[in-house]
């Protein structure tokens, strides 16, 4: 981790894992430009999984940007070229974590309603101690943490809010899960940025 982030980040308690908080890693002006920008200019879809062998939307709207494809899910996805402003927020994320990314996965939550499922990123492609660095714009969303292993470990949440960088390395997707519940609060639209490394 750069000098740059550990002056501002958090390393939050969490057992068996590494895990940094940094909130307000954008100022309030940027974190507004660089929402309502990826509004517009990321090419958002809706895609389908199977669950419960029924084919079900996903829900939330998705993007990948990349050099690589990259396989979650069940879901095979073909990375579109990198759009200009998304390399201006990898650049100053990879400042900041002394890491590099080669691609990234967009998550847009449109409401309280929208999630993300407990999971832990491990597919083989990553590596084997991956670091995904996570941004998130718009409305704060309760993030928790499920240890894998073990059951007498409570969960653990936090709130993500506008304009942070959350960032995730070690031995963290190894031992637990992480995930976006669905709330009943009405909330506005948030955007989630994962940078990542894909390695084979």
Known sequence: MSKFIQSSASKLYIPDAEVYYVPGFFTERESERYYTQLLEQVSWKQEKIRMFGKEM???????????????????????QPWLPLLLQIK???????????????????????????????????????????????????????????????KNIYLTITHGSLLLMQGPTQ???QHAIPKTSRLIGNRINLTFRNIVS
């Open 174 to 176: 190894h031992n637990w």
């Open 57 to 79: 939307p996903m829900p939330r709207l998705t993007a990948w940007y990349g050099h690589k494809a990259y396989t979650y899910s069940g879901l095979q996805n073909k990375p």
């Open 91 to 153: 650049e100053k994320v990879e400042l900041a974590t002394g890491h590099s990314y080669n691609s990234v996965l967009l998550n847009l939550y449109q409401s309280g309603q929208n999630s993300m499922g407990w999971h832990s990123d491990d597919e083989p492609e990553l590596g084997p101690e991956p670091t995904i660095a996570s941004v998130s714009l718009g409305a704060e969303r309760r993030f928790g943490f499920r240890h894998r292993h073990n059951k007498a470990q």
